[in-house]
């Protein structure tokens, strides 16, 4: 994949910051521990879209996009940071957008993050 395409997914800056810091193999743990608490934080932010709970989706984005930006998934970063702000004038319109996306790429971007971890280590 090219490094511009892989830029929009992942924080590539950050993460050579972590790689050079405490190195790939570590940062790859973390990355499976992420791994096994996404399918949890995407139910959440879902299960609270479907029960119209505004609140507790917006929280949940807030906890998502911290827990993405730490192990550098920047695409999946900034749609929890937009679905985060429900004080934002097009968040009633873009919301459900915002989260199918976060749905729809999350797995593939965790994926492109080991593959671009595991060439590192």
Not at 26 to 33: E, I
Not at 39 to 64: G, I, M, N, Q, R
């Amino acid at each position: 994949m090219a490094t511009t395409q892989l830029d929009s997914i992942l924080d590539l800056n950050t993460l050579e910051q972590y790689i050079s810091a405490i190195g790939a193999g570590t940062l790859l743990k973390s990355v499976v521990l992420f791994e096994q608490l996404m399918p949890e934080y995407v139910s959440s932010l879902v299960k609270a879209d479907d029960a119209s709970d505004k609140e507790t989706l917006c929280a949940e984005a807030h906890k998502f996009k911290g827990a993405a930006g730490s192990v550098g998934l920047k695409r999946i970063q900034q749609f929890a940071q937009l679905l985060q702000h429900s004080e934002e004038a097009n968040w009633d319109d873009e919301h459900k957008t915002w989260l199918n996306q976060i749905v729809e790429h999350a797995a593939k971007d965790l994926q492109q993050l080991k593959e671009y971890l595991e060439a590192k280590a």
